[in-house]
């Protein structure tokens, strides 16, 4: 089925330690986001690419890095995990220029201990 | 910056029910207005959206919102509410000709049988 991938679903990580996590689409889209979402904030773009080769900070970037390796994948990275980084992370895409045919993915619930 | 207003965090009715959320925005310049929805423990869902044209917008499952621009409100209506209507609803925002969206805060919907 089409759509955005995103690997994993959940995990729990200590202070300090880093990992990445892993989006993929398939749909063609030029722009790839990524947003947090916590209780009571909504959510907030940590970072976007708007097509290959170009990543932008969002609002809340401090904490993350990412690479969009492909047009079809867009990672984010936790350096040195901080419990003020525990929420549930969602990827997203859509054609480039809109934000018409946004497609969420099922989001990576991240814990930090 | 844009801003995202959502005036109720929780709303509780009762099946059969008449709902309607408010959202204002805030920014001065063209904008593209949705409505998402999450279901409990689901990724986010569009229910309508506004690019142009009629500012009545009709989505899916009977959802309806209406923009009026000189309040800078995009408030979502349904006339008969239904148990499976339980779920968290976000009022998004873009630029137009941007494809990041800004978020609410979102409101926790509760229809009880």
């Known amino acids: 089925n089409a759509g955005v991938t995103q690997t994993p679903k959940f995990q729990v990580l200590k202070t300090g330690q880093s990992m990445t996590l892993q989006c993929a689409q398939d749909?063609?889209?030029?722009?790839m986001y990524w947003y947090r979402q916590d209780p009571g904030m909504g959510l907030r773009l940590i970072y976007y690419?708007?097509?290959?080769?170009?990543?932008d900070k969002g609002e809340v970037p401090n904490g993350y890095n990412v690479s969009r390796l492909n047009k079809r994948e867009f990672s984010l990275r936790l350096e040195s995990a901080a419990p003020s980084q525990t929420s549930v992370y969602f990827c997203a895409s859509s054609e480039s220029g809109t934000a018409y045919g946004y497609t969420f993915g099922s989001g990576t619930r991240l814990t930090v201990v | 910056a844009q801003s995202v207003s959502q005036h109720n965090h929780h709303v509780i009715l009762s099946e059969a029910a008449s709902l309607e959320l408010g959202c204002n925005y805030s920014y001065g310049g063209t904008v593209n207005l949705f409505w998402y929805v999450q279901y409990p423990g689901q990724h986010l869902q569009l229910l309508l959206k506004?690019?142009?044209?009629?500012?009545l917008v009709k989505g899916i499952k009977g959802f309806e919102a209406e923009f009026i621009k000189s309040k800078f409100s995009f408030n979502l209506r349904k006339p008969s509410v239904q148990w499976s209507d339980t779920a968290e609803y976000f009022c998004a925002v873009s630029e137009s000709g941007y494809s990041t969206l800004t978020f609410g805060k979102g409101t926790m919907l509760l229809v009880s049988p």
């Open positions: 506004y690019f142009s044209g009629d500012p």
């Open positions: 690419s708007a097509s290959e080769g170009t990543t």
């Open positions: 749909m063609n889209h030029n722009s």
